[in-house]
C-alpha cells in the first residue's frame, strides 16, 4: 500500500465527514446562513475532488494488484462524493417543504453518523498502517546507522591501510634513492680502477721499454 495515497485518504475522509455534518447543520439555518454555509461546502467538495485526482493519480502509477484495490475505493469515494453533491444542490434549491426538510435532517444526521463511523474505521486502518509504515522507518534507519558505523570503521581502517602504504612508499623511495647513490659510488670506483689499470699498464710497459734499451746498450 502506497504511503502516499494514505495520506490523501486520510484528508479525503476527514475532508467528507466534515462536510457530511456541515450538510446536516445546514438545514436548521434560515437562508442567509443556509447560502454562506453552502458556499463553504461546495468549496470543500471542491477540495475534495482534487484529493480524489491526487488519489486516482497515485493509484494508476502502482503495481497492478494494488492499483485494481485502490481504484475500488476511490469508486467508493467518488460515489460518496456524488450523494453529498446531490444533498447540496437539494440543499441549495429551497424547495423543501417541512416534512420532506425534517426527513431530509434525519437522513442527513443517520448518514452522518453513519460515515462518521466509517470514516473513523478507514482512519483507524490507515493510522495502523502508518504506524506499521512508522516501525518499518525505525528499523530502516536503525539499520543505515550500523551501516553507517560500519562504513565509517571500514574507511578508518582504509585510511589506516593508506597511511602504511605511503611509509611503504616514502620508504622505498628513500631505498631507491640509496641504491642509486652507491651505484653511482660502484661506478666511479669503477672508472677509476680501469683508470689505475691502464696507468698500470704504461707504466710497466715504460719499464719494459727502458729495461729493453739498458740490455741492448751492454751487449752491444
Not at 504511503?3 to 466534515?18: M, P, T, V
Not at 494494488?66 to 434549491?93: F, H, M, Q, T, W
Not at 493510522?127 to 546507522?145: A, W
Request: aromatic share 4%; proline share 0%; glycine share 4%.
Amino acid at each position: 500500500m502506497s504511503e502516499i495515497f494514505e495520506g490523501y485518504e486520510r484528508q479525503y475522509c476527514e475532508l467528507s465527514a466534515n462536510l457530511s455534518r456541515k450538510c446536516t447543520a445546514a438545514l436548521a439555518l434560515d437562508r442567509e446562513q443556509k447560502k454562506q454555509k453552502i458556499s463553504e461546502i461546495r468549496a470543500g467538495l471542491e477540495d475534495a475532488e482534487s484529493w480524489i485526482r491526487k488519489m486516482d493519480m497515485e493509484a494508476r502509477n502502482l503495481q497492478p494488484n494494488v492499483k485494481a484495490v485502490l481504484l475500488a475505493k476511490l469508486r467508493e469515494y467518488k460515489s460518496d462524493l456524488n450523494n453529498l453533491k446531490s444533498e447540496v444542490k437539494r440543499i441549495g434549491s429551497g424547495n423543501l417543504n417541512a416534512a420532506a426538510r425534517d426527513e431530509l435532517l434525519e437522513a442527513g444526521m443517520a448518514n452522518s453518523l453513519t460515515a462518521s463511523a466509517d470514516q473513523r474505521s478507514r482512519l483507524m486502518m490507515t493510522t495502523e498502517r502508518l504506524n506499521q509504515s512508522g516501525d518499518r522507518i525505525k528499523d530502516s534507519r536503525r539499520t543505515m546507522l550500523e551501516t553507517e558505523e560500519l562504513g565509517v570503521s571500514i574507511l578508518q581502517d582504509l585510511h589506516q591501510q593508506r597511511q602504511s602504504l605511503l611509509h611503504a612508499h616514502n620508504t622505498l623511495h628513500g631505498v631507491d634513492n640509496n641504491i642509486g647513490k652507491s651505484k653511482r659510488v660502484l661506478t666511479a670506483m669503477s672508472r677509476r680502477i680501469n683508470k689505475n689499470k691502464w696507468i698500470i699498464g704504461a707504466i710497466v710497459a715504460v719499464l719494459v721499454v727502458v729495461i729493453g734499451l739498458i740490455l741492448y746498450f751492454k751487449l752491444k
